[in-house]
Nanobody, 121 residues
Framework: QVQLVESGGGLVQPGEFLRLSCAAS????????MGWYRQAPGKQRELVAS???????NYADSTKGRFTISRDNAKRTVYLQMNSLKFEDTAVYYC???????????????WGQGTQVTVSS
């Protein structure tokens, strides 16, 4: 079974930073895209950032210039460095990894359990 474990959430003040991590474990053959979504209370889940296997990144307009996504393929881990945090960044952040569990099989999305990020003064 594949498991994604997130870490790094917490309570910070506006302007501060956090770094989220999401590590995959289990039977994994290879990993395609990785990324982060977030969901604030009463709102739909939205894409925060994603990164392809070759390192191409994509960001939500609201996070460009403040957030940086990166990955360590050897560690099967995706990171989200969040700088200059704002009140509106408060949400539960979910990581995902699209991966193959066997050679020749289909790829599937796997999700982390979610980590709370709260920006408050």
């Amino acid at each position: 079974q594949v498991q994604l474990v997130e870490s790094g959430g917490g309570l910070v003040q506006p302007g501060e930073f956090l770094r989220l991590s999401c590590a995959a474990s289990g039977r994994i053959f290879s990993i395609n895209d990785m990324g982060w979504y977030r969901q604030a209370p009463g709102k739909q889940r939205e894409l925060v950032a994603s990164i392809t296997k070759l390192g191409r990144t994509n960001y939500a307009d609201s996070t460009k210039g403040r957030f940086t996504i990166s990955r360590d393929n050897a560690k099967r881990t995706v990171y989200l460095q969040m700088n200059s945090l704002k009140f509106e960044d408060t949400a539960v952040y979910y990581c995902y990894q699209n991966l193959y569990t066997s050679w020749g099989g289909p790829s599937s999305d796997y999700w982390g359990q979610g980590t709370q990020v709260t920006v408050s003064s």
